[in-house]
């Protein structure tokens, strides 16, 4: 059994999986940065020999092209369309990896064009790289490519499943692509584990004990939460092919404050990557807070328009090769730079900052509007008696209601309750707070 390396990215709730040749690698659903794959090769004295991609992914850039800048052979599926040079698999075609085989299986049902991976020696099967057909506790979302396609996509999925996946040996582990719990990708919550068996599976997944077609579709649709809009564009770019730019991410400009004033007022997107604390002490009026974390990206991609210019503030000691990346990954590429020398230096300027007034969980209580921004699967867990449920993603949309009196945002810990408070600041509410915490730190008689 060759060894099977697994690279995650907790912020998307994805994994991409290296499996050891020897001499070669196998990189299976790269992400768009190609340092740790890279890195591993040159560790182990190895090349990679390919690149191979399950589908087109909504929710990240992938790395074929980087991996294929650098002497790999994309595999792809057939029906991905993808414009750039690759070998093109159907089901059932094999690909000889030096002494493994491995056997790509129609899998259509997340995506149309989906393939999974069934890795050989010989007749005994080894692993089922699964994509998206199979999650922990879970499978992947049919709803991603168009409303029309969502039901005939699900039921593609459970023959996919029934035919292909779950008559594969009990004791076969599989490794997925997406996984659960941070990943939007995942059609019901699972369970917090990157790696399953099929056996594991047909015990204990909810939605593989369904009986029958229909009622698993009924289940599978009535579970969907809401995506990020980025979604809906990755899987185009994708396809084309997104730009390589090896292991050197652009570097951001240093903008003196009048030049960042004068951005923001042409439509540059200000964001403010600072912790929420500092963030709260004094900022640009009109940014956005997202602190630079892993789950960064997703709400940069959520919330800000694709190709809108992007000016950053950051602290001195943040990590800029690490904003950059996160930006890359999601195909963010309109990077203008970062305000130099910081709110220091925006003050300096003599221009002003807002501030916003944070509020312990302990001490939640009195006058104002409880607007609560998690996603609608942990409001329904647990929430604070009166709270108005606006998911964070949303909440953009309907801010005009809530520019009049005070308002106080939360979530589970503060981030995304401060990038709410942002985007109600922007939209004219001078009286926001943000508490700090959760429904976990308020005192149990408050609660839902």
């Not at 049902?109 to 005994?124: F, I, K, N, Q, V």
Request: proline share 5%; glycine share 10%.
């Amino acid at each position: 059994m060759p060894e099977i390396i697994a690279f995650e990215d907790e912020g998307l709730g994805n994994s991409s999986y290296v499996v050891d040749l020897d001499d070669r690698l196998l990189v299976l659903d790269p992400v768009r940065d190609p340092r740790p794959y890279l890195h591993l090769a040159r560790e182990r004295r190895a090349e990679i020999s390919f690149s191979v991609e399950t589908h087109l992914h909504a929710d990240f850039v992938s790395g074929s092209r980087e991996l294929a800048a650098e002497g790999a052979t994309v595999v792809a599926s057939a029906a991905s369309g993808i414009a750039f040079p690759h070998r093109p698999l159907t089901d059932g075609a094999e690909v000889d990896i030096g002494g493994l085989t491995l056997r790509a299986l129609a899998t259509p049902g997340h995506t149309p064009e989906h393939l999974s991976y069934l890795l050989l020696d010989g007749a005994r099967e080894l692993a089922l790289f699964s994509g998206g057909a199979l999650l922990p506790g879970s499978v992947a979302r049919t709803d991603l490519i168009a409303p029309d396609q969502t039901e005939g996509l699900a039921r593609s999925l459970y023959r996919s499943l029934a035919s292909r996946v779950m008559t594969l040996p009990d004791d076969l582990v599989v490794y997925p692509t997406h996984g659960t719990g941070a990943t939007f990708c995942a059609a019901v919550e699972g369970t917090p584990r990157t790696t399953t068996t099929i056996g594991q599976e047909k015990k204990t997944n909810p939605l593989l004990v369904a009986s029958d077609e229909d009622t698993f579709v009924e289940r599978l649709l009535s579970g969907y939460g809401s995506f990020p809009d980025y979604f809906l564009h990755l899987r185009d770019v994708n396809a084309r092919g997104p730009r390589v730019y090896g292991e050197q991410p652009p570097t951001l400009e240093r903008l003196p404050a009048e030049r960042v004033r004068d951005l923001m007022r042409r439509g540059a997107e200000v964001v403010d990557v600072r912790p929420i604390a500092d963030f709260a002490a004094g900022h640009i009026r009109g940014s956005l807070s997202d602190e630079l974390r892993s789950a960064f990206a997703t709400w940069l991609g959520w919330l800000v328009e694709r190709g809108r210019d992007l000016v950053f503030v950051l602290n001195d000691d943040q990590d800029r090769s690490e904003l950059v990346r996160q930006c890359l990954k999601i195909g963010y590429e309109n990077i203008v730079g970062e305000l130099a020398g910081g709110m220091a230096a925006w003050s300096a300027a003599g221009l002003s900052a807002s501030q916003t007034d944070l509020v312990p969980a302990a001490r939640l209580g009195g006058a104002g509007r409880v607007v609560d921004v998690r996603q609608a699967s942990e409001f329904e867990r647990s929430h604070v008696q009166g709270a108005e449920h606006i998911e964070l993603g949303s909440l953009g949309h309907r801010s005009s209601d809530l520019t009049k009196g005070p308002v106080v945002v939360m979530c589970g810990h503060g981030e995304r309750a401060m990038t709410g408070a942002s985007l109600l600041e922007r939209a004219g509410n001078d009286d926001v707070s943000v508490i700090l915490g959760g429904p976990k730190d308020v005192s149990s008689k408050l609660l839902a």
